[in-house]
């Protein structure tokens, strides 16, 4: 080859090589994403503000910085309920709260955290992932402009806080108590007042009286919550919420503009914090619950069949005006009951005869 044509060649295969450098740029160096994260958790706050915290870590790292994650706990940058609306107007592109918040929006919200005689965390998760949970989901936030994930369970809670007995459905007329979802609703049903108040604000009024009763999660966050300055005795199993997860929510029209492999890295962060939060609350409950009882005098009672019977009852009613609110409503209902039907029945022959069994050979 001439020394004119071997620069001629190598010339062209440089000016090649350069060209494919610069096309190549953008895929390996990938737009910085921000991604501004609301809560309705204080900050620090165990499980709850914690598990937020650590999800909106999880996804930062995950995608090597690129994905950048601002996170306000409640009251930081809007208050803890007002995170719906600013993820749906697009002013921040996710919220780390509970659905069931939203029930006045569509009653339908609720039945994606927790609802009355619900489903269990294994029971939720069977039905989200593999039952047309999730696409009932979808269709739901999808109405308001958002995109929901589950992102953290906290199990079957405690029924609450009381300052006086519960011996029938009696004793709840009148009584003042803080208890949001369907769960308020039936209380309603059954001659209460429910008051809807954001964890932060729960303390002072149990304190001052403007409220006789309260729930919140279980013996690991009422511990801190120090709910027993105000109220002694603490009543289970609580029957309006059995192991709804928490929502990361995110406006539809951000997540839709993300790269399929930015969502699936946000997907495998909000599974893990769903995984995570369960295995914590799991891990913590026992514990607290022996603190509560051993160092701050805390009674801990069952609801008697009674009161659980009037439960029922009253569920029962406000179930049949859910689902008179829309036929999405009525969809998201009859998908719900035939998967706690379903899985239900099989809880009660595996697990629920393991533990019953098991507890008694052991004395547990």
């Not at 039945?111 to 005689?117: A, G, Q, Y």
């Not at 999660?217 to 009422?222: A, K, L, S, T, Y």
């Amino acid at each position: 080859m001439k020394r004119r044509d071997f620069i001629k060649t190598a010339g062209a295969v440089g000016l090649g090589g350069a060209a494919a450098s610069t096309l190549a740029a953008p895929a390996i160096a990938q737009q910085r994403i921000e991604m501004v994260m609301v809560s309705s958790w204080g900050r620090d706050f165990p499980g709850l503000g914690t598990g937020a915290q650590r999800l909106a870590q999880k996804i930062q790292d995950t995608s090597g910085g690129r994905i950048q994650v601002q996170y306000f706990a409640a009251g930081e940058r809007v208050g803890a309920f007002d995170a719906f609306d600013e993820v749906a107007s697009g002013n921040a592109q996710a919220y780390h709260s509970a659905d069931y918040y939203w029930k006045g929006k569509h009653p339908g919200w609720a039945f994606f955290t927790s609802v009355p005689f619900g489903l269990t965390e294994n029971e939720m998760g069977a039905w989200i992932e593999f039952m047309g949970g999730q696409q009932l989901w979808d269709e739901l936030a999808g109405d308001f402009g958002l995109k929901c994930l589950p992102a953290g369970n906290t199990g079957v809670q405690m029924g609450g806080w009381f300052n006086k007995n519960i011996d029938s459905a009696n004793d709840l007329k009148g009584l003042k108590m803080r208890i949001p979802g369907l769960g308020g609703d039936v209380m309603a049903k059954l001659g209460a007042s429910p008051v809807s108040l954001p964890g932060g604000q729960i303390y002072e009024n149990l304190v001052s009286g403007a409220i006789d009763a309260t729930e919140w999660v279980g013996p690991w966050n009422d511990y801190f919550m120090k709910f027993y300055e105000a109220a002694k005795i603490y009543y289970y199993p609580g029957m309006h919420e059995p192991g709804g997860p928490n929502s990361l929510g995110m406006n539809k029209s951000w997540w839709e503009g993300l790269s399929r492999s930015d969502q699936m890295i946000i997907e495998a962060c909000a599974h893990q914090a769903n995984h995570l939060a369960m295995a914590e609350y799991n891990a913590n409950n026992g514990t607290y619950l022996r603190k509560l009882i051993d160092e701050h005098g805390v009674v801990v009672k069952e609801f008697n069949d009674d009161v659980y019977d009037a439960f029922g009852k009253a569920a029962a009613e406000v179930y049949e005006e859910t689902q008179a609110h829309s036929d999405l409503a009525k969809r998201i209902y009859d998908s719900f009951a035939a998967a706690r039907a379903d899985v239900g029945a099989w809880m009660k022959l595996s697990e629920g005869a393991y533990y019953s069994q098991r507890n008694r050979v052991l004395g547990l």
